[in-house]
């Protein structure tokens, strides 16, 4: 019988194991075996070839078809988060390692790393200052009062 509850059984597995690993993909490989499945028993499939054409067939028309219909109705969960690293840093104190003057750009220690940095006022090395803003490779900070 060209090993239909193979088929059957495989076809419910995949289409369960779309509970556990979820990402829409999987149960329409189960379906794809379900339809060879019930092909060999109403005598449309003979051969293990034209089993296995049937079922990469069916499971790309399957996902073609189905997926794009399915996802409409049931959306994923997803996040979107603030990719602007200037205004996450925006606020936050660094630690000024170069005399910044208004007419000379110093450098400041920010995330492990330090930058150039320019100010309206004199801000002594040592001190702390606040990041207003980035221009180019630039912050423009001001002094902690």
Do not use: H
Request: with cysteine; glycine share 6%; proline share 2%.
């Amino acid at each position: 019988m060209l090993n239909l509850y193979i088929w059957a059984i495989t076809g419910l597995i995949l289409i369960l194991a779309e509970m556990i690993i979820p990402g829409g993909v999987i149960i329409f490989l189960g379906l794809g075996c379900l339809t060879v499945a019930s092909s060999i028993y109403f005598g449309l499939i003979t051969n293990v070839v034209t089993a296995f054409l049937t079922f990469f067939i069916s499971s790309l028309a399957y996902l073609l078809i189905l997926r794009s219909f399915f996802m409409k109705y049931f959306e994923g969960d997803s996040v979107i988060e603030n990719t602007d690293e200037d205004i996450e840093a925006a606020n936050s104190i660094v630690q000024v390692i170069e005399l910044i003057t208004p007419y000379k750009a110093g450098r400041v220690k920010f995330r492990d790393s330090t930058w150039v940095a320019e100010s309206d006022y004199e801000i002594a090395s040592g001190e702390k200052a606040i990041i207003k803003k980035r221009v180019g490779n630039k912050w423009i900070v001001d002094p902690v009062k």
